[in-house]
């Protein structure tokens, strides 16, 4: 039986039963309590904690992707070497919010995994909760009371947390054989793989309070678990799930690219290769993009722990890639934006394998070095926690992929010498990293949308509306009777032209008004779990059901002129650029936006001249707004383009400007000619495989400008030429004297202090009160002399305290820039560059005769 026959049949059975079929949310969930989807019931969290309503009809079912690669549930140090572990998996799953309870649950899962799936009922038992009397009684109609096992909290009871929805589970095993598994824990309730889960029922009918009391929940409700891989590789007759139809096929793939033959006993690469390929395709065409911190870190890592199980292998450069490739060829039928992103993900993925392939070696060397040093000393010692920094912060080394490369050898990182590097390298750096997440108090949002509903935005037809004061917050968001003069707040009105904070576009500001008196100033407006609330500064007093005039500032004018040439640059980077590009973020202000995207590459100066002109062309076709109504289906058979990720309902708004047909729920303008002219002012990296735009429109486009047209006279009157361009090119001549001058002075081998190491010309030399530039003829000069030569120097301002620092290597296997960016922390700065040539700054200067030693220490280690 094919994979996706299984996640279809147990779609199609429920869907007949009256379930509603949910498409599988996004991996990034709406939810700040969590770093990736973990179950398939996070998307129906809300409804089980009763923060909004039960939809209709009140029972469904779905194929939910999840990882489990991060933070509380991460099982990424066992994949590979366990039959059963894996960092993205897919949850089949039906839920019922009221409509049914343990009796039909209970029937479905029996008459599915039996009749529809044809598991032998022979080979199956049962587990219930030591207390649950009514699953027992139920389950005995279906299967022999024999081989049904209670057990107790630890297996058998499920909660959501300290407090909140819980109640007794089930679960549904399957006998592998006795013949396969023999083990002492090989019996129904041990430890052993004989008796494998593969399907999990939650019948949650308390609520657990503080004092740790169960009190019945009024609709008890129902929440299930079957895992695909597990099913998919039984009903194959695999005793790991890497040996079904589902991993097979990028396996093979492996074997492909590698020339070598997968045997399961020794194939541990081969398969983190094709799970992790799996969480990378998937992630990546998601929105999730290569970073330094939260769920891009640990995209970074999955990748870099594939790519270090392929050097292995004997790879020596980009690989994951292709595997990517046939993650989405063999599971893009049922996932469609994998096939529609492939060549995007693939793109991204390959330029983050080129960056780490470009450190693996030099970090691998040093591994290895120390790691015979530990084997030498044949004493049970912790591998350096400050080499397993160095590794992480110069060779781009995951600390959990030093701590696989040791376990394979049987050792251990000396974690708390790690962290305390960590730590004063993060002081250093005054980095901080910011969460997501509300920091309204739920509760009192949960009141006042049971007391009042969801209030009336009227923004759409109008910047002024007469509405009512239903709510008062303070700043703590603690609803109050009055907002005192001079005050900051928060105001809930009924009906509000207030646009909040979404999607892009900041929040509206503006004015409130009572008899034609100025008595607030809003400040900003935002959502809180659903509702548009203003954030405001009294100046008069603020009270309850008071009447007032809202009138929006006039910026808004200028954040929808922005946000509508947004969408015109987002449908020119996919014309000029290709169809892979997506939307990665977005910011819109009244004088500017940022749209960040997914590109593997730089633009170069044409492109960026044509995406430029394009928006421009269609800004002067004058393509008035055609804003439609539609559910969502009909959305994307127009050609909408839909943000991953984004949560739409069961009618989406649909904005045109012509051939830009997006969904959108903010302001634009009625005409594009209202945006005036765009200019693109910046293109530049966000992070691996993101680019950013940032540009003007509307008044702030004039501003920009006629304040590049006042640069150019300026620059004009410094070069004292009428002519910028031959002023220019007077320059030029001069720097070109300037540099001849230099090269004549102190810039041969001859005249510097060096040793020569395994046949390696090595200079270290500090030059004080010398220019930067200096130095780097002086390198270009010292490689061009020399076949075998590695050069750093240090040249030194004293008088503003800086440090310059230039490298440069020929014919060695070092990299300048990481040989550069170790010295420069050394020198409290930070830099790097090019393999062959890089340059750094630092602030130090008592630290010099250190960073000099450990320059020259560095070019030793990598010779020895």
Known sequence: MKTKDVRALFLEYFANKGHKVYDSMPLVPDDPTLLFTNAGMVQFKDIFTGRIPIPSPNIATSAQTCIRAGGKHNDLENVGYTARHHTLFEMLGNFSFGAYFKKEAIAYAWEFVTEVLGFDKSVLYVTIHENDEEAFKLWSEHIDSARIKRMGDKDNFWQMGDTGPCGPCSEIFVDQGAEFFNGPEDYFGGDGDRFLEIWNLVFMQYERDKEGNLKPLPKPSIDTGMGLERVVALLEGKRSNFDSSLFMPLIAKVEEITKQTYFYESGASFRVIADHARSVAFLLAQGVNFDKEGRGYVLRRILRRAIRHGYLLGLREPFVYQVVQSVCENMGAHYHYLVEKQQGIMAQCKAEELRFFETIENGMNLFNKELKKLKEEKANQLFSGEIAFRLYDTYGFPLDLTQ???????????????????????????????????????????????????????????????????????????????????????????????????????????????????????????????????????????????????????????????????????????????????????????????????????????????????????????????????????????????????????????????????????????????????????????????????????????????????????????????????????????????????????????????????????????????????????????????????????????????????????????????????????????????????????????????ALKRAKEIVKEALK
């Open 404 to 850: 696989d490369m040791l376990r394979e050898n049987g050792f251990g990182v000396d974690v708390d010498s790690f962290e305390t590097c960590m730590k004063a390298q993060k002081e250093q750096a005054k980095a901080n990293w910011k969460g997501s997440g509300d920091s309204a108090k739920e509760g009192d949002f949960k009141l006042l949308l049971s007391e009042f509903g969801l209030n009336e935005f009227v923004g759409y037809e109008t910047m002024e509306a007469q509405g009512r004061i239903l709510a008062l917050l303070d700043e703590n968001f603690q609803r109050i009777e009055r907002i005192k003069k001079g005050d900051i707040g928060f105001v809930m009105l009924d009906k509000t032209p207030f646009y909040p904070e979404s999607g892009g576009p900041v929040g509206d500001k503006g004015s409130l008004l009572h008899n034609d008196d100025r008595i607030a100033e809003v400040l900003d407006t935002k959502k809180y779990f659903g509702l548009n609330i203003s954030k405001v500064q009294a100046i008069q007093d603020l009270r309850l059901k008071e009447g007032v005039l809202a009138v929006v500032d006039s910026a808004r004018l200028e954040i929808a002129k922005h946000h509508s040439a947004t969408h015109l640059l987002h449908k020119a980077l996919r014309e000029i650029l290709g169809v892979h590009i997506a939307q990665a973020g977005s910011l819109v202000e009244e004088n500017r936006l940022r749209f960040d995207f997914s590109h593997p590459s730089a633009l170069s100066y044409e492109e960026i001249e044509r995406i430029e002109q394009r928006v421009n062309e269609q800004i002067l076709s004058a393509n008035p707004q055609i804003c439609e109504q539609m559910d969502i289906q009909s959305a994307k058979a127009k050609g909408a383009m839909a943000l991953f990720g984004e949560k739409y309902g069961k009618e989406v708004r649909v904005i045109s400007f012509g051939d830009s047909i997006e969904l959108c729920g903010g302001i634009h303008v009625p005409n594009t000619a209202f945006i005036g002219s765009f200019y693109i002012t910046k293109e530049s990296g966000v992070s691996s495989g993101v680019r950013r735009i940032e540009a003007v429109c509307g008044k702030a486009a004039y501003e920009w400008g006629k304040n590049a047209l006042l640069s150019v006279e300026s620059a004009k009157e410094s070069l004292k030429a009428q002519n910028l361009l031959q002023g220019i090119q007077k320059l030029k001549e001069q720097v070109r004297e300037l540099k001849s001058k230099i090269n004549s002075g102190v810039s041969s081998l001859k005249e510097m202090e060096s040793e020569t190491i395994e046949g390696v010309k090595l200079i270290v030399l500090e030059f004080k009160e010398m220019e930067s530039n200096e130095a780097k003829i002086i390198v270009d000069n010292v490689k061009n002399e020399n076949d075998k030569v590695a050069i750093l120097l240090l040249t030194t301002d004293s008088q503003k305290g800086k440090i310059g620092i230039t490298a440069g290597v020929k014919g060695v296997d070092i990299k300048a820039g990481a040989w550069v960016k170790e010295i420069a922390q050394l020198l409290g700065g930070n830099g790097g560059g090019r393999d062959d040539f890089a340059t750094a700054g630092g602030k130090d200067l008592d630290k010099i005769p250190q």
